[in-house]
Nanobody, 123 residues
């Protein structure tokens, strides 16, 4: 079992930056690929990005590529989502996700989810 706890959400203005953190506890964090999905009001949850176990491979949705950066610190059991140049359309609940060994862009492949943290970007 892996427990995931997100933090760092909030209300910001368009163009601002925000960093989300996801603290993992439970089984060996270093065996899990980690990532982020988001769900905007009235929309389905969508892929944001995922980082491999080693951190060598990182995958991003086209909508965030060049603005968002995922990183991980295995010593701290934490994965981060640095969000720059935020836009109103980035407003969503952001969910941390974990999958054993392999990164994924599909939420059906995720083994564990966090509770989510709200990010609101005003125009």
């Amino acid at each position: 079992q892996v427990q995931l706890a997100e933090s760092g959400g909030g209300l910001v203005q368009a163009g601002d930056s925000l960093r989300l953190s996801c603290q993992a506890s439970g089984r060996s964090f270093s065996n899990y690929a980690m990532g982020w999905f988001r769900q905007a009001p009235g929309k389905e949850r969508e892929f944001v990005g995922f980082i491999s176990v080693s951190g060598a491979q990182i995958y991003y949705a086209d909508s965030v590529k060049g603005r968002f950066t995922i990183s991980r610190d295995n010593a701290k059991n934490t994965v981060y989502l640095q969000m720059n140049s935020l836009r109103p359309e980035d407003t969503a609940v952001y969910y941390c996700a974990a999958r054993l060994f392999l990164a994924t862009t599909e939420q059906r492949n995720v083994d564990y989810w966090g509770q989510g943290t709200q990010v609101t970007v005003s125009s």
